[in-house]
């Protein structure tokens, strides 16, 4: 079983930043991706960056591209996404996710506040 905990949200004013880590620990068998979502209150999940491991391909969502970045430490399974030039949008429960082999695994959130 695989287990993700995210940490690092709050409340911040608009124009600032934050940095989320999300660590994954439990048996981790062919990971394919990882990536970041967030929902906002009474709208679907949304993702926001779509990352292949072993080096491939990072996408970003238009609506974050430029003020987002996705990073890794691989030692210590731990995935950082940093946030920069939040606004009031941004304010929702962040998630991260995991694909392996064998499924597909979420964090339980961390929220993040944006004051204008």
């Known amino acids: 079983q695989v287990q993700l905990v995210e940490s690092g949200g709050g409340l911040v004013q608009a124009g600032g930043s934050l940095r989320l880590s999300c660590a994954a620990s439990g048996r981790i068998s062919g990971m394919k991706t990882m990536d970041w979502y967030r929902q906002a209150p009474g709208k679907q999940r949304r993702e926001l960056v779509a990352s292949m491991t072993g080096g491939g391909s990072t996408t970003y969502a238009d609506f974050v591209k430029g003020r987002f970045t996705i990073s890794r430490d691989n030692a210590k399974n731990t995935m950082y996404l940093q946030m920069n030039s939040l606004n009031s949008e941004d304010t929702a429960v962040y998630y991260c996710?995991?694909?392996?082999?064998?499924?597909?695994?979420w964090g339980q959130g961390t929220q993040v506040t944006v004051s204008s």
């Open positions: 996710n995991l694909l392996d082999y064998y499924g597909s695994y």
